[in-house]
């Protein structure tokens, strides 16, 4: 199974309101982008227009891979934009900067590519799962990028009062998967770290003016360094980590109240969800309208098996409560309390007819539709519906990452409930058994020190060079 192997496989349009108030300072527009994140399509026309950091206000954050519609709002300013991978609609005025109040739902088209006839008939069983059960509402694998790129969770290192290592990993960590300039800006200051006064030989390098600035008036003074980072941004990254806390807590949480036979396991970016295929009614009771907090200092609970779960991934974790605030800057970067809805009902599930995959010769395609609330992913309703055939992301979708073993994805069928581990395939397992021994997977890398990190990145760059040199 796969699926956004073309922009237009998978669609979002956003469902909206918004007051329209003649005079308003905020000019509201219907954004349409192909191929650029919400940060990426904002910058853009933030640098088009010359517009200050926080002038534009949205909704939501919309995948990167597909063509999504969501609403912005741009202060003082009427701007425009008619690219073949960024247009603006005008659509009014209003009193106030949008926020995630202003969605209603998200209505998503997605064309699932790559499948077998016979799997048409598990899609049908999962279709009736999904529609009568609803799906686990987990963070899927875009919250995590900085996973993806490599940077691993920046929160942690705020967290240890580490701004140095926090910053190093946001501006001098090149994601092996990113092939534009703002690569090689990271590359350059990686090198050049501690050197403020290098001048950056790229545009790209623009981006990272203001961090660059402070750096060169106070070298160490690194927190306020980090400060000059985005704030919409910042507080993003913040979040990636408290999505990562919630969905191993939701993870134990299904571990508490379903019996291990309910279960399957569906490895993602930062390590495994489970999700359940069936459940009795005292079950789908108590999931009904059940909540699961994002953990911040304030947090309470009155669920003793909520309480246990977050027990459980804080001491896994090894933090309390109280451990999750940054001293050195507490009103700009905080971890906010609230309270996520454990389950997700997909509304409208619609699956279109199988079709020839023009993509993938001997294979079918199936057009599906649903609706989801704000916050949701698709991505993850796909899979569930498609679990038996979903394959290991590829090279250009997953980087090497510090913080989760790089497990495939597998079917339901290939998985041992005893142990929840995939089995091994069938010639890993002759072979195994003619050598006596069996297959494990390898360990996943352990964490480096701050200074660890930058002498394997001069290790990697003289490697580079000697490579150079031969050709």
Not at 243 to 253: I, Q
Request: hydrophobic share 35%.
């Amino acid at each position: 199974m796969k699926i956004k192997q073309k922009p237009e496989d998978f669609s979002v349009k956003e469902s909206y309101r918004f007051d329209e108030v003649e005079t308003g300072p905020f000019r509201v527009y219907l954004m349409d982008k192909q191929k650029l994140s919400t940060f990426d399509a904002i910058a853009r026309l933030q640098n088009a227009f010359g517009l200050s950091p926080g002038s534009i206000s949205y909704c939501g954050l919309k995948d990167k891979q597909g063509r999504t519609e969501q609403l912005i709002a741009v202060k003082g300013f009427d701007i425009d934009m008619q690219e073949e991978d960024l247009r603006l609609k005008y659509l009014g005025r209003t009193d106030k900067a949008l926020s995630s109040r202003n969605t209603t739902s998200n209505r998503f088209a997605v064309t699932v590519r790559q499948i077998q006839e016979r799997e048409l008939k598990e899609v049908t069983i999962a279709a009736t799962e999904v529609q009568r059960l609803g799906v686990v509402n987990y963070f899927d694998s875009q919250r995590f990028g900085s996973l993806k790129h490599g940077q691993g969770f920046i929160a942690k290192d705020l967290i240890r009062g580490d701004f140095e290592a926090a910053l190093h990993n946001y501006l001098a960590k090149p994601s092996p998967l990113d092939r534009t300039d703002d690569a090689k800006v990271k590359q350059f200051w990686a090198a050049n770290w501690g050197n403020w006064t290098a001048k950056v030989p790229f545009d790209a390098g623009r981006k990272y003016f203001r961090i660059i600035r402070s750096l060169r008036d106070e070298p160490n003074d690194f927190v306020k360094a980090f400060l000059q980072i985005d704030a919409d941004y910042r507080a993003l990254l913040l979040f990636t980590y408290q999505s990562y806390l919630w969905n191993e807590g939701v993870r134990r949480l299904m571990q508490l109240v379903f019996p291990r036979e309910h279960l399957f396991p569906m490895p993602y970016q930062a390590g495994t969800l489970l999700h359940h295929t069936d459940a009795s009614p005292e079950v789908r009771a108590y999931l009904k309208d059940r909540t699961f907090p994002l953990l911040a200092p304030n947090s309470t609970f009155t669920d003793p098996k909520v309480e246990e779960a977050v027990k459980w991934v804080l001491g896994k974790e090894k933090l309390k409560l109280e451990d999750l605030v940054i001293k050195e800057a507490p009103k700009l970067l905080y971890f906010k309390h609230e309270e996520r809805p454990v389950m997700v009902h997909p509304g409208k599930l619609v699956i279109g007819k199988p079709r020839p995959d023009e993509l993938n010769r001997g294979y079918i395609k199936v057009n599906i539709a649903f609706t989801l609330p704000p916050g949701s992913y698709a991505t993850l309703v796909v899979k569930r519906l498609f679990h038996f055939g979903v394959e290991k992301e590829t090279p250009e979708e997953v980087a090497p990452r510090e913080y989760v073993s790089d497990a495939p994805q597998v079917s339901r069928a290939k998985v041992d409930h005893k142990t929840g581990e995939p089995k091994p395939k069938h010639a890993a397992r002759k072979a195994a058994q003619q050598a006596g021994t069996s297959p494990k997977a390898a360990p996943p890398p352990r964490e480096q020190g701050f200074l660890a990190k930058q002498r394997q990145a001069k290790k990697l760059k003289a490697s580079r060079r000697m490579e150079q040199s031969k050709r």
